[in-house]
């Protein structure tokens, strides 16, 4: 099973930085990385596929970048509604692990 | 438009099991590129992904809860069920199913969650 450990486990900023996410898998994953966004009481939502890839929807100040075992999740100039915790998740084989998330707080 | 919703009990003993369903529209579990899946997710915790079931009816598992899970699906119904056995007060989690497409390999459309606490 694929391990995927992301940092910080939290990340304080203010609205308008930037930030910048990292998730490390135990083995090579390719590009086959995703990224989700859960706010307290919701379900995630897709937000990257396959590392670098937008979800339909999804605005252009989040990007991801990476392959192999390290990835980053970058927000360009943070805006109040994403105040959230972050995951990855890979897909190269099953089981697909999630990360352990990266709670992004004011 | 596509939907997902789970339903079963809030509440359950240890030792019993769990049952729960999860009802979709908005597309067909009758084709491969096409599945759903149920992850957990424990309070304060991170997700884990437990069972998927595609429209071929071929399934995964977690292999760690393998001997306990049962993905089943009715799709007449539109309906995927998730049993889980001999439940314990680790397994309190919200449980979510999900919707995946082969296209991009990823959950795109996820339910709302259903919080299961497991207490005597």
């Known amino acids: 099973e694929i391990v995927l450990t992301q940092s910080p486990a939290t990340l304080s900023v203010s609205p308008g930085e930037r930030v910048t996410l990292s998730c490390r898998a135990s083995?090579?994953?390719?590009?086959?990385l995703g990224w989700y966004q859960q706010k307290p009481g919701q379900a995630p939502r897709l937000l990257i596929c396959?590392?670098?890839n937008r979800a339909t929807g999804i605005p252009a100040r989040f990007s991801g970048s990476g392959s192999g075992t390290d990835f980053t999740l970058t927000i360009s100039s943070l805006e109040p509604e994403d105040f959230a915790v972050y995951y990855c998740?890979?897909?190269?084989?099953?089981?697909?692990?999630f990360g352990g998330g990266t709670k992004v707080e004011i | 438009q596509i939907t997902l919703k789970e339903s079963g009990p809030t509440l359950v003993k240890p030792t019993e099991t769990l049952s729960l369903t999860c009802t979709f529209s908005?597309?067909?579990?009758?084709?491969?590129?096409?599945?759903v899946a149920w992850i957990r997710q424990p309070p304060r915790k991170a997700l884990e992904w437990l069972a998927i079931?595609?429209?071929?009816?071929?399934?995964r598992y977690s292999a760690s809860l393998k001997s306990r899970l049962t993905i089943t699906k009715d799709t007449s119904r539109n309906q995927v069920v998730l049993t889980l056995t001999n439940m314990d007060p680790a397994d309190t989690a919200t449980y979510y199913c999900?919707?995946?497409?082969?296209?991009?390999?990823?959950?795109?459309?996820w339910g709302q969650g259903t919080l299961v606490t497991v207490s005597s």
């Open positions: 083995q090579s994953v390719n590009n086959f």
């Open positions: 396959d590392a670098s």
């Open positions: 079931i595609y429209g071929d009816g071929d399934k």
């Open positions: 999900a919707h995946l497409i082969a296209s991009i390999y990823y959950f795109d459309y």
């Open positions: 908005g597309f067909s579990l009758t084709s491969n590129p096409v599945a």
């Open positions: 998740q890979h897909r190269i084989n099953w089981p697909f692990t």
